[in-house]
């Protein structure tokens, strides 16, 4: 059973955002629905200095639901959306020159130890090897991270956390994560919810009356069970959040759901042809 089902970045170098304001102070939290035990376990696993990994499915609320952790425990937020050029550099940091001057600018890595930040890597499992071996000794009993190109050694504070997400139904193979990865995190599955829960989170997040809510759930679980359409990713929660906005903002259901839906899942004419469908006997 799932622990997690919640609602709801690229380039030659890893973009990190911090959030929040001073350490310990509170802010408003972003909104997420609990509906399993997700959040007491990431609780638990902060108290106990232990690295979190979240698996599952795009726009299914891995990155929301760490926003919303983040916010409850009043800590900065520094997010790496991984991808294949996402190297152990961008994430220690480097050597810059300004004005004839040489100075060490930090990575988000190297930042979010210094703060005693959650450092949050989106999509790990797209980053190069490189990333992995530099993040073993923050996510075991050592705590620590090195920075080779100023031999500067680490040590993480009491409130550091690492979180990583990875989505395991995406580009199986070179991909997937090791085993030996893998045990280093306490793990916590998302999916999508159940209907009428993914029906309450669009009606919160878009705007959209519950009975719209209800009818683009239908729709997304629709296009969900289509295995034989070969999607590379199906209609998550997060996708059905845009289309609502765009109902809201006075765009047609149809018209809302072929750009919001059917668009962004495939560029295949015959594939298109098949979720029109499905949107034109839903909607």
């Given at each position: 059973?799932?622990?997690?089902?919640?609602?709801?970045?690229?380039?030659?170098?890893?973009?990190?955002?911090?959030?929040?304001?001073?350490?310990?102070?509170?802010?408003?939290?972003?909104?997420?629905?609990?509906?399993?035990?997700?959040?007491?376990?990431?609780?638990?696993?902060?108290?106990?200095?232990?690295?979190?990994?979240?698996?599952?499915?795009?726009?299914?609320?891995?990155?929301?639901?760490?926003?919303?952790?983040?916010?409850?425990?009043?800590?900065?937020?520094?997010?790496?959306?991984?991808?294949?050029?996402?190297?152990?550099?961008?994430?220690?940091?480097?050597?810059?020159?300004?004005?004839?001057?040489?100075?060490?600018?930090?990575?988000?890595?190297?930042?979010?130890?210094?703060?005693?930040?959650?450092?949050?890597?989106?999509?790990?499992?797209?980053?190069?090897?490189?990333?992995?071996?530099?993040?073993?000794?923050?996510?075991?009993?050592?705590?620590?991270?090195?920075?080779?190109?100023?031999?500067?050694?680490?040590?993480?504070?009491?409130?550091?956390?690492?979180?990583?997400?990875?989505?395991?139904?995406?580009?199986?193979?070179?991909?997937?994560?090791?085993p030996s990865t893998r045990q280093r995190f306490v793990a916590i599955d998302f999916e999508y919810p159940e209907a009428s829960i993914e029906a309450e989170i669009v009606a919160r997040e878009s705007g959209v009356e519950a009975k719209m809510a209800k009818r683009l759930v239908?729709?997304?679980?629709?296009?969900?069970?289509?295995?034989?359409?070969?999607?590379?990713?199906?209609?998550?929660?997060?996708?059905?959040?845009?289309?609502?906005?765009?109902?809201?903002?006075?765009?047609?259901?149809?018209?809302?759901?072929?750009?919001?839906?059917?668009?962004?899942?495939?560029?295949?004419?015959?594939?298109?042809?098949?979720?029109?469908?499905?949107?034109?006997?839903?909607?």
């Amino acid at each position: 059973m799932a622990a997690g089902r919640g609602a709801h970045a690229s380039g030659s170098r890893a973009r990190a955002r911090g959030r929040g304001g001073p350490r310990g102070g509170r802010r408003l939290s972003p909104y997420y629905r609990v509906v399993g035990h997700e959040e007491e376990v990431f609780l638990a696993a902060s108290a106990a200095r232990l690295p979190v990994l979240l698996k599952g499915p795009t726009g299914c609320g891995k990155s929301r639901f760490v926003e919303a952790m983040a916010a409850r425990l009043g800590r900065p937020l520094i997010t790496v959306a991984c991808n294949d050029e996402t190297s152990a550099a961008d994430l220690l940091g480097r050597w810059l020159v300004r004005g004839g001057d040489t100075y060490w600018q930090d990575g988000p890595a190297t930042r979010a130890v210094r703060e005693g930040a959650i450092l949050y890597l989106d999509e790990i499992a797209e980053a190069r090897e490189d990333v992995i071996v530099l993040l073993h000794p923050l996510t075991d009993h050592r705590r620590e991270l090195f920075v080779d190109r100023h031999a500067e050694q680490l040590t993480a504070p009491p409130e550091f956390q690492l979180i990583a997400s990875f989505n395991p139904g995406y580009r199986r193979g070179p991909k997937e994560l090791k085993p030996s990865t893998r045990q280093r995190f306490v793990a916590i599955d998302f999916e999508y919810p159940e209907a009428s829960i993914e029906a309450e989170i669009v009606a919160r997040e878009s705007g959209v009356e519950a009975k719209m809510a209800k009818r683009l759930v239908a729709l997304a679980r629709k296009i969900r069970s289509l295995s034989e359409l070969g999607l590379a990713e199906t209609a998550s929660t997060r996708l059905l959040v845009h289309a609502g906005r765009l109902i809201q903002a006075g765009v047609s259901p149809r018209v809302a759901c072929t750009h919001a839906l059917v668009a962004p899942l495939t560029d295949d004419p015959e594939v298109s042809a098949a979720l029109r469908d499905v949107v034109h006997l839903v909607c």
